[in-house]
Nanobody
């Protein structure tokens, strides 16, 4: 089965950390740039950051610079999103997709189903 699957979401206190995973099955992540997106309640989905095939990171949200880090392990066919110093406004469903933000949703080959991140005390 060809799919992307996110995991690692949960409830965390402000200032805490989470690491999300985006694992691919049925295809190789190595041939794609991989982007992380998020959708907060009542808001449109937005791009957060992405990693190119050559491991270059591009941020779409200035608010996560210095706190979020993206990395990839092609041997595990997985991309990670390390989120530190989490804030209430980071609460959202987080998605990964095969491509960097900035395109219409239908242009991405694959999307994950999303994982909920809730930052609350």
């Amino acid at each position: 089965q060809v799919q992307l699957e996110e995991s690692g979401g949960g409830l965390v206190q402000p200032g805490g950390s989470l690491r999300l995973s985006c694992a691919a099955s049925g295809f190789s992540l190595a041939v794609y740039a991989i982007g992380w997106f998020r959708q907060a309640p009542g808001k449109e989905r937005e791009g957060v950051l992405c990693i190119s095939r050559s491991d270059i990171t591009t941020y779409w949200k200035d608010s996560v610079k210095g706190r979020f880090t993206i990395s990839r392990d092609n041997a595990k066919n997985t991309v990670y999103l390390q989120m530190n110093r989490l804030k209430h406004e980071d609460t959202a469903v987080y998605y990964c997709a095969t491509g960097c933000p900035g395109h219409a949703s239908y242009l991405y080959d694959y999307w994950g189903q999303g994982t909920q991140v809730t930052v609350s005390s």
